[in-house]
């Protein structure tokens, strides 16, 4: 059975804090778990959770990921700023130029995002969070296709995209160049499968489509930590 993504994790310095800023910025719920455990649920099923988990591992670089907000309008794309700041964002320069429309900011834990102007006709219906937008090369993007059964829905010029079937977010990588991994990436994706699926045969296929188990391997009787094409972690969980 081919494993679902069921949140996008960050490790944060505090987690709780960074629950809060998220929550306020997309208007999502948030459910604490045990411990520092703490998720913000999207408003329909079919989307995925936003979980954020405790980590004090140093910065090191820009993130290899980062989330790029929609707009309705532009004072609808000049209120989510407002919200972003409001809340504890600050405006970063990343190189972006003056004439482009969206605007660059970093939550208070300095992971970059982007809230795109109204109109752009690739994020058209995809939801507050447009994509996941990724360094990464031709070939991760195959691999995550194939690993989430979502189709591609941009290959061009060695950029890919996916989304699911049933719509939502999209995830893109960007293509060459791809920056150097530095340390462990802060945001992963979490895959989940059914409590009855069998773990061991679903890590076997992701292995086979191009992932390599970590050094570290199950850190928990219910996870195992591997690594895309690309070197990026991400988890396979069991959930109920």
Same mark, same amino acid.
């Given at each position: 059975?081919? %494993? ?11 987690? %709780? ?8 910025v997309l208007g999502w719920e ?30 090191? !670089? ?16 000049? /209120? ?5 700041? /409001?809340? !504890? ?5 990343? !190189?972006?130029?003056? /004439? ?11 992971? /970059? ?13 995809? !939801? ?10 031709q070939e991760v993007g195959y ?20 989304? %699911? ?42 292995? %086979? ?32």
């Amino acid at each position: 059975m081919t %494993s679902q993504l069921f949140a996008i994790c960050f490790n944060a310095t505090r987690p %709780s804090d960074l629950a809060r800023f998220w929550s306020g910025v997309l208007g999502w719920e948030r459910a604490d778990g045990p411990k520092d455990d703490v998720a913000i649920l999207p408003r329909d099923t079919a989307g995925f959770r936003i979980r954020f988990l405790p980590s004090q591992e140093p910065r090191t !670089g820009r993130n290899r990921a980062h989330f790029d907000l929609t707009s309705a309008s532009p004072e609808d794309q000049r /209120e989510t700023v407002a919200r972003a700041l /409001e809340l !504890g964002g600050e405006h970063i320069d990343v !190189g972006q130029l003056p /004439e482009e429309g969206h605007v660059v900011l970093a939550d208070p834990d300095g992971n /970059e995002f982007c809230v795109i102007e109204a109109g752009n006709k690739f994020l058209a219906d995809t !939801g507050v969070i447009g994509a996941l937008a990724c360094d990464g090369t031709q070939e991760v993007g195959y691999f995550w296709s194939k690993a989430l059964g979502w189709p591609l829905v941009w290959d061009q010029d060695q950029e890919t995209a996916i989304q %699911s079937p049933n719509g939502g977010t999209k995830i893109t990588w960007g293509g060459p160049p791809v920056a150097p991994k530095t340390g462990t990436n802060r945001l992963y994706l979490e895959l989940a499968l059914p409590a009855d699926a069998d773990r061991e045969a679903e890590v076997d296929r992701l292995v %086979s489509l191009g992932a390599t188990r970590t050094s570290t391997g199950e850190d928990r009787g219910d996870r195992v930590l591997l690594l895309d094409p690309d070197g990026n972690e991400f988890s396979v969980q069991k959930h109920p």
